[in-house]
C-alpha cells in the first residue's frame, strides 16, 4: 500500500468515527477530552462540559 492510499483510508475511517469510550457511554461524554482538561487542571471546564 502506498503513503498517499494509506492517508485516504486513515482519513476516511479514522476521523468519522467516535472515540470508543464516548459511543459506549450513555450520556456521550468525550472521556478523551475530559481527560485531557483533567490533566490540564482545567476543571471548570470539566464541570462545564458536563453541566451542558
Same mark, same amino acid.
Given at each position: 500500500?502506498?503513503? #498517499?492510499?494509506? !492517508? #485516504?483510508?486513515?482519513? !476516511?475511517?479514522? #476521523?468519522?468515527? #467516535?472515540?470508543f469510550c464516548q459511543a459506549a457511554c450513555p450520556l456521550h461524554v468525550d472521556g478523551r477530552a475530559f481527560l485531557g482538561l483533567l490533566a490540564k487542571a482545567r476543571c471548570f471546564l470539566v464541570l462545564a462540559g458536563l453541566e451542558g
Open positions: 500500500m502506498d503513503q #498517499q492510499t494509506l !492517508r #485516504q483510508w486513515e482519513a !476516511r475511517c479514522i #476521523q468519522e468515527e #467516535q472515540p
